[in-house]
C-alpha cells in the first residue's frame, strides 16, 4: 500500500515514514523527540507520515495511553496521514510470516526455560546469547515453548543515516532469536518487519535505542523476502541521571500548554536551527521542515529533560 505523494516541487516522491510508540505511558520529552524528527524528515521529504500503535506486549499496556499519545501528538502539531495501525489487531499477519520461516526451514520451537538458557549463555547485546540447544528439534518429552530463528555467523550490516556503517554478527550478539514469545506473544522484532513492509514504510526514523534491534529487522526481512527500508537512529535523550526518559525513570508527561517551547527544546535536542522563541507551534514546525539537515542530527545528545527546555 505504499502511496506516492507529490512535494512542493512538483517532483514525485516516494517516502512514507511512521511512528510507532507502544501504549506503555504518555508521550514524554525523548517520545517527542522521535516523534518531531520523523515527522520533519517525512514533511521535509514531502512523504507521507503513518502512526502506528506497538500494543502486542499486553501486560505492559496502559488503559488509555494510546489515546493520550494521539492528543499530545495533535496538540503538537504532528498530524499523521491515514488510518492508524494496532498491531494487536494484526497477528494473523505476524502468525502468517512466522508460518513462512519454518515451513522454509528458518524458525524452529525451542523448548528452554529462561534459567536453563541463562545457566549455559554467555551475555549478548539483549540478555543471554542463545545456545542453540533445540536447534535439532527439542529434547525427548519436551514440548516448544517459543519459536526462535536460526541465525549464522555471516555479519548484517547497514548504513545508517546518522550513525554510517553498522555491523553485527547475530550469531555472537544474541544467537537464534525469538520470535514468538513464551507467552503467546509474537516479537517486536518480526512484528515491526511485517507492518513496515505491509505499510510500504521507506524511511524508519526512531530512536537509538533500537539500533541495536535494526540487523535482527534486516535479517528477518531477508528471510522474508521484504524490502529493506532506509534507517536513521536519533539521539536517545536521557535526564539529568543519565537515564533514558521512560515511564519507569518517571519521565514527565507532555503539556500540550507547554508545546512551542518543548517543540523548540526538541529541535535542540537534534542539532538543528532554532525558530525564534516567540514563535507559534505552526511557525516552528514549518521553520523545522524549511530548515531540516539531517547530516546535523547528533549520534548522542546532552543530557535534556522537560524542565530545562532552554538546554
Ligand atoms: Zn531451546
Redesign the pocket.
Known sequence: MAQVSTCRHNRRVDYCGRFAPSPTGPLHFGSLVTALGSWIDARAAGGRWLLRIEDLDTPRNVEGAAQAIQRTLADCGLHWDGAIIRQSERRERYRAALEQLVREGHAYG???TRS??AAVATIGVDGPV?PG??RDG?AAGRTPRAW?VRVDGTPVAFTDRIHGRVEQQLETALGDFVVLRADGIFAYQLAVVVDDAQQGVTDVVRGADLLDSTPRQIYLQRLLGLPTPRYAHLPVITNALGQKLSKQTRAAAIDAREAPALLRAALAALGQDLPPASASRDAMLAFAVAHWPPQRIPARTAATSPDSPAR
Open positions: 525451542c523448548a528452554c536453563e538458557i542463545y540447544r533445540c527439542p526462535r
